[in-house]
């Protein structure tokens, strides 16, 4: 879990099974644009961490859709019953 939020999910509470292979992006090819869009995304969260800004920052999925040009959240609850930060 994040440093500070016991509530927030973990990577196994938003992927609990290891998805089928899908293609990479060597296979698939990434747009620049979209790479030094998630940067610059990611720049922020970082400021935001630093100053305490951090409601919701755990707790949130950002989907960034590139090619349509839109961007949408998604709230992410903890498992409860996942096996890595679930009760015990």
């Known amino acids: 879990n994040p440093p500070g939020d016991p509530d927030a999910p973990c990577y196994q509470c938003l ?18 644009a979209v790479t030094h869009l998630t940067a610059s995304h990611l720049a922020l969260l970082a400021i935001r961490y630093v100053l305490g800004e951090t409601r919701n920052m755990f707790s949130v999925l950002t989907i960034m859709e590139g090619l349509a040009g839109q961007t949408r959240a998604v709230s992410l609850p903890k498992d409860p019953a996942c096996s890595v930060c679930g009760a015990d």
């Open 15 to 32: 992927v609990p099974e290891e998805p089928p292979q899908a293609g990479d992006c060597n296979d698939l090819g990434v747009l620049g």
